[in-house]
């Protein structure tokens, strides 16, 4: 049983949903490795940045679906904390802990303020690489960016 995983990721989401493999322009940038099998720990903690470049990491919707929602615990910026809703326990046993525990939404505002918000990609329909589960389910394809 893995207790703890701590991993990084290119952007969240709005519903915890993680991207691992492309960046917010589309572009990818390496294969997905061994990443999925950290979901199935007990906790998944992803420390990420706010943003990089100036480009906000939380998101409305990932480029690239890598990780559903539900599989991940609590993220971690150097702004703020975010507990996922579905666990609970997590947000009771740090209630009154003096973290600075605030929503995805609220980091999401938080980073746009200061960086703005980026225009999301533009596709083509020729896939390049398809993203599975580790049980072989296609959850999500990378596209060609439109040149």
Same mark, same amino acid.
């Given at each position: 049983?893995?207790?703890i995983?701590?991993?990084?990721a290119?952007?969240?989401?709005l519903?915890?949903?993680?991207?691992g493999?492309?960046?917010? @322009?589309g572009?990818? !940038?390496?294969?997905i490795?061994?990443?999925? +099998?950290?979901?199935?720990a007990?906790?998944v903690?992803?420390?990420?940045?706010?943003?990089?470049?100036?480009?906000?990491?939380?998101?409305? +919707?990932?480029?690239?679906?890598? #990780?559903? #929602?539900?599989l991940i615990?609590?993220?971690?910026?150097?702004?703020?904390?975010?507990?996922?809703? !579905?666990?609970?326990?997590?947000?009771?046993?740090?209630? @009154?802990?003096?973290l600075?525990i605030?929503?995805?939404?609220?980091?999401? @505002?938080?980073?746009? =303020?200061?960086?703005? =918000?980026?225009?999301?990609?533009?596709?083509?329909? @020729?896939?390049?690489?398809?993203?599975?589960?580790?049980? #072989?389910t296609?959850?999500?394809?990378?596209? =060609?960016?439109?040149?």
């Amino acid at each position: 049983m893995m207790y703890i995983m701590i991993i990084g990721a290119t952007e969240v989401d709005l519903n915890f949903n993680v991207n691992g493999v492309t960046h917010s @322009d589309g572009h990818l !940038l390496h294969g997905i490795g061994g990443w999925q +099998n950290c979901l199935h720990a007990r906790n998944v903690i992803l420390p990420i940045p706010l943003f990089r470049d100036r480009i906000p990491v939380i998101v409305d +919707n990932v480029t690239t679906l890598c #990780g559903p #929602g539900e599989l991940i615990d609590v993220i971690i910026t150097e702004r703020g904390i975010a507990i996922n809703p !579905l666990r609970q326990d997590l947000i009771d046993s740090v209630k @009154d802990s003096g973290l600075p525990i605030k929503t995805l939404k609220e980091l999401k @505002d938080e980073a746009e =303020k200061i960086c703005g =918000k980026p225009q999301k990609p533009q596709f083509e329909d @020729d896939i390049v690489a398809v993203i599975k589960c580790v049980d #072989g389910t296609v959850i999500d394809v990378v596209r =060609k960016i439109k040149a």
